[in-house]
């Protein structure tokens, strides 16, 4: 359902851009999360259906969430990238499963499909 893709390895400072294809689900709304070693998986940005977007204190100003409906892609450009970035990458789409509130960010729905993640990697 959802392919994620452009992880890499960089130096800090660097940039990346995760691209997220849907097939079988829309991606006008959706999250994209991540994992860091030894860390529970937590959200990054979302963005809704009317185009609202929200990132997490940690990366906002550096990532930047977007979404092509005709190409029923998401996209999250990262920038300036720290080595604290480094996670494994998921996007997240499809109808609600179920919502959390998250420190930052209010009231964040998660939905069913899960991408299967990409790795990013940045170096000192």
């Known amino acids: 359902q959802l392919q994620a893709s452009g992880g890499g390895s960089v130096q800090a400072g660097g940039s990346l851009r995760l691209s997220c294809a849907a097939s079988?689900?829309?991606?006008?709304?959706m999250n994209w999360y991540r994992q860091a070693p030894g860390k529970p998986r937590s959200v990054v940005a979302f963005?809704?259906?009317?185009?609202?977007?929200y990132s997490v204190d940690s990366v906002k100003g550096r990532f930047t969430i977007s979404r092509d409906r005709a190409k029923n892609t998401a996209y999250l450009e990262m920038t300036s990238l720290k080595p604290e970035d480094t996670a494994i990458y998921y996007c997240?789409?499809?109808?609600?499963?179920?919502?959390?509130?998250?420190?930052?960010?209010?009231?964040?729905?998660?939905?069913?499909?899960w991408g299967q993640g990409t790795q990013v990697t940045v170096s000192s």
């Open positions: 963005i809704g259906s009317s185009g609202v977007q």
């Open positions: 997240n789409a499809g109808p609600i499963e179920r919502t959390a509130v998250i420190q930052g960010l209010g009231l964040v729905p998660e939905y069913t499909y």
């Open positions: 079988g689900t829309s991606i006008d709304r």
